[in-house]
């Protein structure tokens, strides 16, 4: 499975970025793509990730701010990142797990990086 990110950029605190992740080769019915996001010495952390079903889950942290979606049709998932804080500044990770014969496949896309200035 390979993963394109874009929508990654520079605002200001209170701004919005609307980033997408469009994933493509061997994709089974049975999958999750989320955002992952990492700061430099930091572990890297769930934002926000959705079941081929519909489930959502988000971070605690961007509850109310963030919104998952994903369109089936074209592979893709989005993250819409409203009120956006200073806090929020990492790079951004594309997640996609296959669920394939009883196990769970990783990729990751490049990462796209978010700025938020104060």
């Known amino acids: 499975v390979q993963l394109v990110e874009s929508g990654g950029g520079l605002v200001q605190a209170g701004g919005s970025l609307r980033l997408s992740c469009a994933a493509s080769?061997?994709?089974?019915?049975?999958?999750?793509m989320g955002w992952y996001r990492q700061t430099p010495g930091k572990q890297r952390e769930v934002v926000a990730a959705?079941?081929?079903?519909?489930?959502?889950n988000y971070a605690d942290s961007v509850k109310g701010r963030f919104t998952i979606s994903r369109d089936n049709a074209k592979n893709t998932v989005y993250l819409q990142m409203n009120s956006l804080k200073p806090e929020d500044t990492a790079v951004y990770y594309c997640?996609?797990?296959?669920?394939?014969?009883?196990?769970?496949?990783?990729?990751w896309g490049q990462g796209t990086q978010v700025t938020v200035s104060s």
């Open positions: 997640n996609f797990k296959n669920y394939v014969l009883t196990r769970w496949y990783d990729y």
């Open positions: 959705v079941t081929s079903g519909g489930s959502t």
């Open positions: 080769g061997s994709i089974f019915s049975t999958n999750t």
